[in-house]
T-cell receptor, first 111, second 115 residues
Framework: GENVEQHPSTLSVQEGDSAVIKCTYS??????FPWYKQELGKRPQLIID?????GEKKDQRIAVTLNKTAKHFSLHITETQPEDSAVYFC??????????FGGGTRLMVKP | GAGVSQSPRYKVAKRGQDVALRCDPI?????LFWYQQALGQGPEFLTY????????KSGLPSDRFFAERPEGSVSTLKIQRTQQEDSAVYLC?????????????FGPGTRLLVL
């Protein structure tokens, strides 16, 4: 089945700096890649997603890039703010029935 | 409108007890997913419903786990003869159309602790 690896597991940045989280996937047939943010004790919420026919997508301070050849995709957060502190999960969908999630990255933004 | 809701929010069970976890998806959503999230890890897929049909149950860890969605709305995940390794947060998610290739709206989860 699909395997998704996520790095780093923890990331600490200063407020205003950029943060980058990377994920790799194993199955080249995967074609949908969402990113979810989960604050402590809360439900995961979608922040951005990308499909395999697109190389990059932006939404204000958040961007995702996809390299299908290398089978990896990354989340970029610019001008980080304390409220960006959370656990971020990448995921990949190879078939129509399920998402496979990475292990998560705990992002801490220091004021 | 109302989001996905789950009940109970917390459940403590003695090893060997049966438990039932409920998920109320967003009204009208076709797809419903169950995930298991162990502490400090990402959600792991358990099962998928399209309306009342359980199209994929490949993630259910054993035959002690059973899920249903008889009328295509509310779903129940049942765990029989609970074991300590079943302790986790059980997340339910729904999406408007069929399949996993669009936004999934998650519920707050049920935190299960098996003693």
């Amino acid at each position: 089945g699909e395997n998704v690896e996520q790095h780093p597991s923890t990331l600490s940045v200063q407020e205003g700096d950029s943060a980058v989280i990377k994920c790799t996937y194993s199955d080249s047939a995967s074609n949908y890649f969402p990113w979810y943010k989960q604050e402590l004790g809360k439900r995961p919420q979608l922040i951005i997603d990308i499909r395999s026919n697109v190389g990059e997508k932006k939404d204000q301070r958040i961007a995702v890039t996809l390299n299908k050849t290398a089978k990896h995709f990354s989340l970029h957060i610019t001008e980080t703010q304390p409220e960006d502190s959370a656990v971020y999960f990448c995921a990949a969908s190879i078939n129509r029935n399920m998402l496979t999630f990475g292990g998560g990255t705990r992002l801490m933004v220091k004021p | 409108g109302a989001g996905v809701s789950q009940s109970p929010r917390y459940k403590v069970a003695k090893r060997g007890q049966d438990v039932a976890l409920r998920c109320d998806p967003i009204s009208g959503h076709v797809s419903l997913f169950w995930y298991q999230q162990a502490l400090g890890q990402g959600p792991e897929f358990l099962t998928y419903f399209q309306n009342e049909a359980q199209l994929d149950k490949s993630g259910l860890p054993s035959d002690r786990f059973f899920a249903e969605r008889p009328e295509g709305s509310v779903s129940t995940l049942k765990i029989q003869r609970t074991q300590q390794e079943d302790s986790a947060v059980y997340l339910c998610a729904s999406s408007p159309n069929s399949g996993a290739k669009e936004t999934q709206y998650f519920g707050p989860g049920t935190r299960l602790l098996v003693l």
